[in-house]
Nanobody, 126 residues
């Protein structure tokens, strides 16, 4: 069992930066691919970024490529999402999710991930 807890969300101005954290108490976490998804008001949950259990490879959604960066520290059982140049449309609840396998064909699908956190709210005002 892998339990995930997100933190680091908040309310910021457009152009600001935030760093989200996804922490797990389970030792197996370091063997899992971990992804970030987000769900804006009235929208479906969508893919943001994913990193394999080693941290590479990494993949990003088109709307965040070049602004957001995913990294992980397996000694701390934590995955990070550094978000730079935040935009109003980045407003969402951000979720981390874990899978024992990184599917190169389906990493962007919510159904590929077994474990999910409760989410952390990010609000960007323009």
């Amino acid at each position: 069992q892998v339990q995930l807890v997100e933190s680091g969300g908040g309310s910021v101005q457009a152009g600001d930066s935030l760093r989200l954290s996804c922490a797990s108490s389970g030792s197996a976490f370091s063997q899992y691919a971990v992804a970030w998804f987000r769900q804006g008001p009235g929208k479906e949950r969508s893919f943001v970024a994913v990193a394999s259990w080693t941290g590479h490879p990494r993949y990003y959604g088109d709307s965040v490529e070049g602004r957001f960066f995913i990294s992980r520290d397996n000694t701390k059982n934590t995955v990070y999402l550094q978000m730079n140049g935040l935009k109003f449309e980045d407003t969402a609840v951000y979720y981390c999710a874990a899978s024992p396998v990184l599917s190169l064909a389906n990493y962007f699908r919510t159904g590929e991930y077994t474990f999910w956190g409760q989410g952390t709210q990010v609000t960007v005002s323009s």
